[in-house]
């Protein structure tokens, strides 16, 4: 039922365009921002969301124009995904099918009505009516620059007869400590984004860049006013609503074995492992050969997401100094003990740059997670323990 009637509200709003007869808003008409708290079920709802309602009760209209639609089944979806072709849509549904929606995960829904003029309401009506054509509604996503929050603060933006003031906020902050406030409560989301997010996500974002997060956005139209070309100004929300209460939720605990707890116990495991071989004067090949693998594998997707992915701030990333698909070779040199000659080289080479990192990470302009340099370590004394087994002739 809520995929025919989705379609039969598609359908009219096609019909509206192909007969260029838009629907003439009447003056009971509102539009509003509509902003849905965050909450903790999936990945993609931890930043909560934005978008946007129609309402005419003259016209019969309640619609909701949705710029966060995207598709599991596509074709290669993780792929794109990863190399960042996503390719999100606006959709445009009844209102009460996502305040349903809110109130079953637990999401807070607050509206915010847009203090605008009846020409105002009626360009913006009309160039959401457009975008949701079959033809406009698929967009390129782009989590900082172009998403479900960025592209109803740009309609906005666009069709309001002035120029719309925003109160300075403030506080400044990175993107990295903007977006790890949303994930604060999974440190290994928190981990892998540290991870692969390069050095661009630690520049300081502009108050109008921040509205990439929709509790951000809802804040700065909060205290927006608009400066009209008479010199006259109006505020820019003219009335806030609350149309769901925020579950009341127990606070997440964070899981006993977070990134920082499981780098530590790798890295004891490798000073046991080390230790022993000391004091025995042997060697376990197959420690190297798997720690090197697995840092190998982790390299190819970091390679990935730096030079391949469109991604934006992947690229450059300081990680990559440890983490590199050339680790595969190196675990391949240590497998084979014809090759010793050749992993001596890569050893020492390696020992070499991950010592230069581990003194210069306090004066990187990239964020350093806590649980990095405890697996920093683990290479790092592995090739500085082969260095001086070379010296022992230890086999």
């Known amino acids: 039922m809520k995929r025919f009637r989705i379609l039969l509200f598609l359908f009219l709003l096609y019909g509206m365009a192909v007969h260029a007869k838009p629907l003439v808003l ?9 902003t849905s708290t965050p909450i903790d079920d999936r990945v993609y709802t931890l930043y909560g969301h934005t978008s946007v309602r129609v309402h005419d009760p003259q016209q019969n209209v309640d619609l ?3 710029y966060g639609i995207f598709s599991f089944d596509k074709p290669n979806f993780i792929y794109r995904f990863a190399k960042g072709e996503t390719d999100y849509m606006l959709e445009a549904y009844p209102l009460q099918d996502f305040v349903i929606e809110c109130q079953i995960r637990g999401s807070g829904l607050t509206e915010q009505v847009l203090n605008f003029t009846q020409a105002e309401k009626q360009a913006l009506w009309e160039a959401l009516v457009e975008n949701a054509q079959p033809e406009n509604r698929v967009y390129r996503y782009n989590f900082f620059f172009d998403n479900c929050a960025t592209r109803p603060a740009v309609l906005v ?30 440190p290994w989301l928190t981990f892998g984004c540290d991870l692969v ?9 502009t108050p109008h860049e921040e509205f990439f997060l929709p509790q951000y956005l809802e804040r700065a139209f909060a205290k927006a006013t608009i400066l009209q070309p008479d010199g006259s100004t109006r505020p820019l929300v003219k009335a806030t609503r609350t149309l769901t209460e925020e579950a009341t939720r127990e606070t997440s605990e964070k899981p006993l074995f977070t990134p920082l707890v499981c780098s530590l116990f790798l890295l004891a495991f490798v000073l046991l492992v080390t230790w022993t071989e000391r004091r025995k004067k042997t060697y376990y090949r197959w420690v190297d050969v798997l720690l090197f693998s697995i840092a190998g ?7 990935f997401l730096s030079f391949i ?3 934006p701030s992947m690229w450059p990333n300081v990680w990559l100094i440890w983490l590199h698909p050339l680790h595969l070779a190196g675990a391949f040199f240590f497998m084979v003990k014809k090759l010793n000659k050749a992993a001596y080289f890569y050893h020492f080479i390696n020992f070499a740059a991950l010592t230069l990192l581990l003194l210069g990470t306090g004066f990187v302009s990239q ?7 405890p697996l920093i370590l683990c290479l790092w004394i592995r090739s500085g323990y082969s260095l001086i087994r070379k010296k022992w002739n230890i086999e």
Do not use: M
Request: net charge negative; glycine share 6%; charged share 25%.
């Open 197 to 205: 997010l390069g050095s661009p996500t630690d520049r300081e974002a």
């Open 157 to 186: 933006e666009k069709y309001t007869q002035g120029k719309i003031d925003y109160a300075d906020p403030g506080e400044r902050h990175t993107f990295r400590e903007l977006i790890n406030y949303c994930t604060r409560n999974h």
């Open 64 to 66: 909701l124009f949705n």
């Open 367 to 373: 964020h350093v997670n806590e649980a990095f340099i």
């Open 26 to 34: 009447s003056e009971a008409a509102e539009i509003s921002l509509l």
């Open 297 to 303: 594998l982790c390299g190819i997707v970091l390679f």
């Open 309 to 311: 992915s469109v991604h």
